[in-house]
Each structure stands twice: as structure tokens, then as C-alpha cells.
């Protein structure tokens, strides 16, 4: 190598411009290649993470506070692609992605989610207040303590009446207080793209999530939103390399011209 530089500089001055010249070309090439495939990363990092949504099923834990929380992938796509054949949804993921197309229309939407719940009793032994009136030959069972439901039931028809009277019953109240929090977090998993997941959390047993279907627009990126301290420094890179590299360009082709010039 040195013996070829040796010969350039007392043979052919303005070889050394040329191989100058190469060794931008070769960068902004390798620039352009290395800007593909990560073109192509990103690409197979969101199929990878709209197919593992696509299938994923709830996942039901106690965190520590003791609330049961639900937890499930988010859909990150865009709303067409979602809708299109190619993607196979179902019948509550087009219910959320109609709704999304919807709300679209009016403001732009950032995430959404589609939740179905309901309150179930199962095996409540009734321990509170028994009101019985002889006169009006009723019963009432009031519950006002249970900071997880209150209810107020009342019966007709309990006391002796003709044997083929059939007793009534009058829900009088029931009210199954719940504080729901609804969180979009990352999934802490480097190697399919950190996808986005959404839970809900219940304070109340009686509450059951059945099912939860959300979506997130494509562009969310983790290392833009929320970058650690060596992804901030490779952004800042990234922002400013085109300043960087058009500099010590001038530099090396400013030194080569010079050089030239003065021989």
C-alpha cells in the first residue's frame, strides 16, 4: 500500500484526487446500503410484531397492589393495511378497527382499545341486614357495608300465603362499584421491535374483563419516544452526520486540492 501511494504522488499527482473522489463515492454508497437494510430491519420487525398481535390471547395476572390486571398486544399497522384481505382479523379487532376508521375522520387517532367486561356475582352469600315486614309480608336483604357491592334486594310473598302463591322478588338496588386503569406500555423485547402492549387493571373482583383488543399507529418507536442514554447519543449521530460527513469531506478534499496545488 505504501509503495502505491509512494508512486502515485511522484507519477500521477491527480491520481490522488481520483482515489479521493472513490472513497466518497464508496462512502455514500455504503451510507445507501447500510440505509437499506435497515430499511428492511424495520420492515420485518413490524411484520413480526403485527403477526405475534394478530395471535395473541389475554394474559391475567395479580400485580403488587393484589388488582388482577389483563394484558394483551397491540396492533401497530396502518388502519388499511389492517382492513385490507391480506390480514386476517377477528370479528373484535374489525369492531376496534371500524370504530378507529371512524374516529378518524374527526381527530387523528393515536391508540384506541376495545374492551369487553361484565360484573359477575358467583356464590354471594348474603351476611348484611335482614328487614322482615309482617304486615306487608315482605323480606328485604340490604347490604351496606361490602365496599366491593352494595345491593338491596327485596322479596315478596314470603310470608304464609296460600301454598301456590309463587313469592316475588324485587331487586331493589345493586351496585358494583370498579376503578379501571388502562395502561399502553412496552414490551421489554429487543429482538422483535419492543412491540406495544395494553392492560387493564380492575378493583373490583366482581369485574371481569372477557376480552380487550387495542391499536397503536405504526410510527410509534420506542428508541425515538422513550431512547436510552447510547440510543440519544446514536440519534444525535444520525440528526448531524450529514453536517459531519459533508465537513471532513471539505477537510480531505480542501487537503487534496491543496496538495495538488502545491507541488
Known amino acids: 500500500m505504501k509503495a502505491i501511494l509512494e508512486f502515485l504522488t511522484k507519477n500521477n499527482r491527480w491520481a490522488i484526487l481520483l482515489v479521493i473522489i472513490l472513497l466518497l463515492i464508496g462512502g455514500g454508497l455504503m451510507k445507501h446500503k447500510n440505509n437499506k437494510i ?13 403477526k405475534k398481535a394478530l ?3 389475554i394474559t391475567i395476572y395479580q400485580d403488587k397492589e393484589g388488582d388482577w390486571v389483563v394484558e394483551k398486544l397491540t396492533l401497530q399497522a396502518s ?17 376496534l378497527m371500524e370504530k378507529v376508521r371512524k374516529a378518524n375522520k374527526v381527530n387523528k387517532v393515536i391508540s384506541a382499545a376495545l374492551i369487553d367486561a361484565e360484573a359477575t356475582i358467583d356464590s ?4 348484611g341486614l335482614v328487614v322482615v315486614d309482617t304486615t306487608k309480608k315482605t323480606v328485604e336483604f340490604i347490604e351496606p357495608n361490602d365496599t366491593s357491592i352494595y345491593y338491596d334486594f327485596k322479596a315478596f310473598g314470603i310470608l304464609p300465603y296460600p301454598v301456590n302463591t309463587k313469592p316475588q322478588l324485587l331487586i331493589r338496588k345493586l351496585t358494583i362499584p370498579n376503578e379501571i386503569f388502562i395502561k399502553f406500555q412496552w414490551e421489554n423485547d429487543k429482538k422483535e421491535g419492543y412491540p406495544i402492549t395494553f392492560s387493564v387493571t380492575n378493583s373490583n373482583d366482581y369485574v371481569k374483563v372477557k376480552g380487550i383488543n387495542s391499536y397503536a399507529i405504526p410510527n410509534l418507536d420506542r428508541k425515538v ?10 440519534q444525535w449521530f444520525n440528526t448531524n452526520g450529514k453536517i459531519i460527513k459533508y465537513g471532513v469531506s471539505g477537510v480531505v478534499v480542501g487537503a487534496g486540492g491543496t496538495y495538488l496545488l502545491m507541488q
Open 55 to 57: 395471535t395473541d390471547t
Open 124 to 127: 354471594l352469600l348474603h351476611s
Open 79 to 95: 388502519i388499511d393495511d389492517l382492513l385490507s384481505n391480506k390480514v386476517t382479523l377477528t370479528k373484535d379487532q374489525q369492531r
Open 225 to 234: 419516544l422513550t431512547p436510552t442514554g447510547w440510543e440519544k447519543v446514536t
Open 38 to 50: 435497515k430499511d428492511l430491519e424495520d420492515k420485518y420487525l413490524s411484520e413480526v410484531k403485527l
